[in-house]
């Protein structure tokens, strides 16, 4: 066996080095071959393997058990972070979706974590899945999904945005958006933004929502229904939290100088808001029962006064009559009926 310096790559070389390489009694600390307490062929001398490095000093017999009781801490220490959160905390979490894909999620933690086996790097993998978005948003939509496995992924707690916070990013980074005609998000819009954008242009409370016809996203005056802009998956906006619905329904409804309700007072108070549009009825009266809610065609427009028909609603350029809401406005009759 050559045990010259040459061969063993020596850092000091030397002529009176004659032992470089295996061997159960070399002292050399620069070698990383023998200095162990090894039986192996290599130690022993009887096997030239000039490329070995001692990694972890650990008899053969044990590596199995030891890479088994690696897994088992990090599986206990994953389980013991994870008792830390509860439902409805703000979190960060950082793993995989349903794909594999590595994702990290931001929001509140939406149910309490589920042990699931999922895909990883090509194989199943037993892990813990988290749920987490939007509040309110329902477990069952894969976009709020992401699986921590005890090797890789994290959760900590974050700090969740507050209203007036702005933020300038693609529409597809605010919390509960996603590929569905039944989307329906609430926010502070501020217009347009983009790398151009040094502030929000506007404070207007809007919804976001996917328009089938025209195969659109819409982000439109949750007052008015008026679209304010039409953005694509990566258009960047300005926008904020909203403030709580209950909140903004303790708003009075708008009227004009002489108290009368306004084109817009009339929109906020068939939401909810404002005085009661009944006319004649007691404060002492009990509210006539409404008829069962019905399932039919969707039509926007803007209400106007009302009438023997019932309630006129216009069209959004206010150019047409679109029909009438009768007068306890529980249906509605087309003006081409």
């Given at each position: 066996?050559?045990?010259?310096?040459?061969?063993?790559?020596?850092?000091?070389?030397?002529?009176?080095?004659?032992w470089h390489g295996p061997d159960?009694?070399?002292?050399?600390?620069?070698?990383?071959l023998c200095c162990h307490d090894c039986d192996c062929d290599v130690c022993t001398g009887t096997v030239h393997a000039p490329g070995l490095h001692v990694l972890d000093d650990i008899p053969e017999r044990e590596r199995p058990r030891t890479a088994k009781g690696r897994k088992q801490?990090?599986?206990?220490?994953?389980?013991?972070?994870?008792?830390?959160?509860?439902?409805g905390d703000y979190v960060t979490a950082k793993g995989v979706d349903t794909r594999g894909h590595d994702v990290t999620r931001v929001g509140t933690l939406l149910a309490p974590p589920k042990p699931v086996t999922a895909q990883r790097n090509g194989r199943r993998a037993k892990g813990w899945r988290l749920f987490v978005g939007l509040a309110g948003?329902?477990?069952?939509?894969?976009?709020?999904?992401?699986?921590?496995?005890?090797?890789?992924?994290?959760?900590?707690?974050?700090?969740?945005?507050?209203?007036?916070?702005w933020q300038n990013t693609p529409l597809g980074k605010i919390p509960g958006m996603r590929a569905s005609t039944e989307l329906n998000v609430r926010v502070l819009f501020g217009g347009k933004g983009g790398k151009r954008s040094a502030e929000p242009t506007q404070n207007t409370l809007a919804r976001i929502v996917h328009n089938p016809d025209e195969h659109r996203y819409e982000v439109r005056d949750a007052e008015t229904g008026e679209t304010l802009l039409c953005p694509s998956w990566q258009t960047a906006i300005w926008w904020s939290v909203a403030p709580d619905e209950a909140d903004s329904q303790t708003e009075e409804a708008e009227t004009d100088e002489s108290g009368t309700l306004t084109a817009t007072g009339y929109a906020q108070a068939i939401r909810g808001r404002?005085?009661?549009?009944?006319?004649?009825?007691?404060?002492?009266?009990?509210?006539?029962?409404?008829?069962?809610?019905?399932?039919g065609v969707l039509t926007e427009g803007w209400l106007g006064d009302h009438s023997e028909a019932g309630w006129v609603v216009w069209n959004l350029q206010r150019t047409a009559i679109l029909g009438w809401l009768n007068h306890d406005r529980t249906s509605f009759t087309p003006a081409d009926q």
């Open positions: 066996m050559d045990r010259s310096c040459a061969e063993w790559n020596c850092p000091d070389p030397d002529p009176e080095h004659h159960p009694y070399c002292d050399e600390l620069t070698c990383r801490r990090m599986t206990a220490d994953l389980k013991d972070t994870l008792t830390h959160f509860t439902e948003t329902s477990t069952s939509q894969r976009s709020t999904w992401v699986t921590l496995f005890p090797d890789a992924g994290s959760i900590e707690s974050a700090r969740p945005p507050q209203v007036g916070e404002g005085p009661e549009l009944d006319e004649g009825q007691e404060d002492d009266e009990p509210p006539t029962p409404k008829a069962p809610a019905r399932r």
